[in-house]
C-alpha cells in the first residue's frame, strides 16, 4: 500500500516586518502593499485585533490586486477552504495561478492539486505533474512526494521507478513520513532500485518513528522474519503493538499469530517495551 497526498491548504503567515496593528493599519489605507498583507495576516490569526476572516480576505485581496505573491496565496487559500469567504474552488484556482506564476511554492503546490483532484478546474494529471515539478524544484516536500507518485503510478507522466525514487527520496531526507515508508517499499521490491532489505528497514524505520502504522507494520515483519535486520520477536512484537493501536488490522493479526510462539516472558519483555514505546511517542521502541 503507497499513500497519496490529501488536498491541504497553510495560509501564509509570515508578517514582511514588525509593527503595531495601528501603524499597519495607517499604512495599509495609503495603499502600501505588504501592509496590506500584514493587516491580512494580523486580522486572520488576531494578532492585535480579534480574530477576522472576512477583514483578511479584505486586505489580502487588496495586496492581492497589487500583485503581492504572498497575498494572492493566502486569498486563493480562503476561498479554498471557505474562512472569510464562501468556498470557491475556481476562485482558488485564479488565485493559485497568479501566485504560482510568479514563482511562489506552495501556489504551484496547491495548483497541482486542485488539476490533480479536479477541484475549480479539469482534472489534470500533466497539468498536475507540470505544478509538482515546479514547487518539487524549489524544495517543497509534499510537492516532491506527489511527484514521486505520480512517476510511481503513470499519472500524467510516464511510470518510471527510478525517477520516483529520486523524488521520494527528496522528500524522505525531509523528514516527509509517507515519503519514507514509499521508499522503503521500493527498496523491499526492488522497485527503481536494488531490491535492499536493509534499506528497507532504514526507512521503515524513520517513518515508524513518525508515527506511521503501516511502516510500523513493515518493521514487525521485517524482524519476525529477520529480513535486513536481525531476527528478534520481541521487537516485532513492539512494532505490531503499536500499529495495532492505530488500527493497522494486518499488524493486529500478525500479532495473534505471533503470540503462541513466545514465552511468557518474551510477551512480558515486548509489552514492558511496547508501553515505553507508546509512552515516548514512538521514539524509544528498541
Known sequence: MKYILLLTVLLATTTIAAATFDETMAAAKQGEGYAQYNLGVMYDKGVGVPENNTEAVKWFRKAADQGLAMAQYNLGALYRIGEGV???NTEAVEWFRKAADQGHTSAQYNLGLMYD???GIPENDTESVKWY??????GHTSAQYNLGLMYDFGNGIPEN???SVKWYRKAADQGHTSAQYNLGLMYYEGKGVPENDTEAVKWYRKAAY?????AQSNLGLMYVTGAGIPENSITAYVWWSMAKTQGQTDAAENLERLKPQMTKQQIADGQALAAKCY???FKDCD
Open 86 to 88: 464562501p468556498a470557491n
Open 210 to 214: 513518525q508515527g506511521n502504522a503501516d
Open 279 to 281: 509512552e515516548s511517542d
Open 133 to 138: 515539478r515546479k514547487a518539487a524544484d524549489q
Open 117 to 119: 483532484f479536479g477541484n
Open 161 to 163: 521507478d527510478t525517477e
